[in-house]
């Protein structure tokens, strides 16, 4: 079930998948949203295996000049539904006594994110998501657990940073590059598969060592170019 409020990008996708894709255009936030996504997925596979909390905004602008809709927003996205549909889910995977739970967090929930504090609040509100219904439902044969991404090559990405920032930001990585797309569906589908059984309420970084580095980085960069 290909869930986003971009009517276009679903159907594209559904086509590039086959007839084992089905597009539901909505907007996540609408009233309704939540049922429908649910019930439709229901009506097609008769169960649900798996959800994976994806979608995305990022505001960016100095925590003091933050608009209270902004922050709504931004926690409408991230957090409150998110849970909503972890809820409807859960009963379903409860019956069936499985279930995997992804939710796509970010490595500015793990710091103190510079200029994105309504989008670092709203991914640590998903980390506490995930932690709480991993400690719920595990017993159910269920497992909850969050990726936070570091920078990824997407479109959201590229309308974040312009081009010779966003350069420089690849540069700032252990790994000195940014991520792919693939790199993340591959531990989305690690995630998915029986194998991860006993991984549960993880926050996992996918984010080229990031965060392990945390302010080493700044010296790893300072010998890097040293050296060049
Ligand atoms: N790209 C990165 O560097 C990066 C880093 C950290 C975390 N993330 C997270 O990864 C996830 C995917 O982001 P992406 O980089 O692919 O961004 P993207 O903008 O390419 O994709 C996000 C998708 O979410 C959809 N969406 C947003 N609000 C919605 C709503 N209310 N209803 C339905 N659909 C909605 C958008 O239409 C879009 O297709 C997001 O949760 C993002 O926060 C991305």
């Known amino acids: 079930m290909l869930v986003d409020r971009d009517a276009g990008g679903t159907a594209t996708l559904a086509a590039e ?6 597009p539901v255009p909505v907007d996540l936030t609408h009233d309704g949203a939540v049922d429908t996504i649910v019930d439709s997925t229901i009506e097609h596979w008769g169960r649900v ?9 990022s505001a960016h602008g100095p925590l003091v000049d ?8 931004e926690i409408a996205v991230h957090v409150t539904i998110p849970f909503l549909l972890i809820q409807r889910v859960a009963r379903p995977m409860i019956t069936a006594g499985y279930g995997r739970i992804i ?18 609040v709203a991914k640590t509100g998903l980390n506490g998501v995930t932690r709480a219904a991993a400690t719920e439902l595990a017993q159910h044969g269920i497992t909850v657990n969050a990726l936070a991404l570091g920078p990824i090559a997407t479109d959201l990405l590229r309308s974040t940073w312009p081009p ?7 540069e700032h990585l252990p ?21 991860s059984g006993f991984i549960n309420g993880a926050v996992l ?8 580095a945390g302010a080493y980085m700044v010296e790893q960069y300072r010998r890097w170019n040293a050296h060049s």
């Open 17 to 22: 998948v086959g007839d084992q894709a089905f």
């Open 49 to 57: 295996d798996v959800l994976v909390n994806n979608a995305g905004t």
């Open 66 to 73: 933050v608009p209270r809709e902004v922050l709504e927003r």
């Open 103 to 120: 939710n796509i967090s970010s490595v500015a929930s793990l710091i103190g994110p510079l200029d994105l504090s309504p989008y670092g």
């Open 164 to 170: 010779d920032q966003l350069a420089a930001r690849a």
């Open 175 to 195: 790994a000195r590059r940014l991520g792919e797309v693939d790199e993340v569906a591959h531990a989305v589908q690690f995630l998915c598969s029986p194998l």
């Open 205 to 212: 970084p996918v984010d080229g060592g990031s965060v392990a």
